[in-house]
């Protein structure tokens, strides 16, 4: 499964582009109303437009088999979308990320990131705790607390150091965890792979987004436009050799990507459903378990 070796908090908490390749997960600088609108455009349209993608007769019982398994009926819509995607990143996406990774050193870089991620922790935390997990809402807070302090704003990862470490958590893994289904397959304009349920998922994350709650003067919508600019350019220069391998060596680079993005998407829900560790958190030493000799007596 292919992962980018730095992945932006935010809305999805990950890498959203195995694909065309823009990300999720960015703070959109818009107004709650242009935010909703603009997402149930994204939901909607590919829908409407999937009546093209015709399923295969019950006589192919295979073919009918393999078509609802890949569950992708805006297929053809979807290839228009991820084609258009894929031009904008070739000509304009990638060269920035190639010149970004290319001119700034890995520490500055590392220093980007982390910034970003920090962001993006407020997001996590809510969704740590509707998904019931305090353990991991715990290690979100103390994260923010401490990275934003001590660590300057989020520029140095501390947390990690001293114990809080990382993980993902956004509203699509929350309304998974809730049970509800992901529904089609959706190749969205500029947010890339998604579905009906990871669609709804974004918009929850801006809603609860403090960034989102700003003023939408021009000095407010500069700074969103520049954070959404450059949270795109570290999540893509994270996977420039990966995207290149697959856009060089898959036979189908948008059925590897659906594929790709499906089984990221799933291993991060499954993650969080499994992690049903207590509240102890995993800095506290643990007890030790006492030993026992050859001769069976328990040692001290």
Request: net charge negative; charged share 15%.
């Amino acid at each position: 499964m292919l992962e980018g070796s730095a992945e932006p908090h935010g809305s999805y908490g990950g890498l959203r582009v195995v694909a065309g390749s823009f990300v999720t997960g960015i703070s959109m600088p818009l107004s709650p109303r242009s935010a909703l609108s603009f997402l149930a455009t994204l939901v909607v349209l590919p829908i409407m437009l999937s009546s093209c993608a015709t399923p295969p007769p019950a006589s192919d019982p295979d073919a009918l088999a393999e078509y609802r398994e890949t569950n992708d009926p805006a297929e053809p819509t979807n290839r228009v979308f991820y084609a258009i995607n894929n031009g904008i990143d070739t000509v304009l996406l990638k060269p920035i990320a190639q010149v970004y990774r290319a001119v700034l050193p890995q520490t500055v870089r590392t220093h980007t990131h982390n910034f970003l991620a920090n962001l993006g922790e407020p997001v996590q935390l809510f969704n740590d705790m509707f998904e019931a997990k305090p353990r991991r809402a715990g290690d979100s807070l103390m994260r923010l607390m401490l990275n934003t302090t001590v660590g300057v704003g989020g520029v140095f990862d501390v947390a990690t150091d001293l114990g809080w470490p990382d993980h993902d958590s956004d509203s699509g893994i929350t309304l998974a965890i809730w049970g509800i289904p992901n529904g089609p397959y959706l190749f969205l304009p500029i947010l890339g792979p998604s579905s009906p349920r990871e669609a709804l998922g974004f918009g929850m994350d801006y809603a609860v987004n403090p960034m989102s709650w700003i003023g939408h003067g021009q000095t407010d919508t500069v700074l969103g436009y520049s954070k959404t600019a450059l949270s795109a350019i570290d999540a893509r220069a994270a996977v420039l050799d990966d995207l290149d391998k697959i856009t060089s060596q898959a036979l189908d680079p948008y059925a590897t990507i659906r594929s790709l993005y499906r089984q990221h998407r799933q291993s991060q829900i499954e993650n969080v459903r499994e992690d049903t560790e207590a509240t102890v958190p995993a800095w506290f030493p643990p007890t030790p378990k006492p030993t026992t000799s050859v001769a069976g007596a328990q040692k001290p």
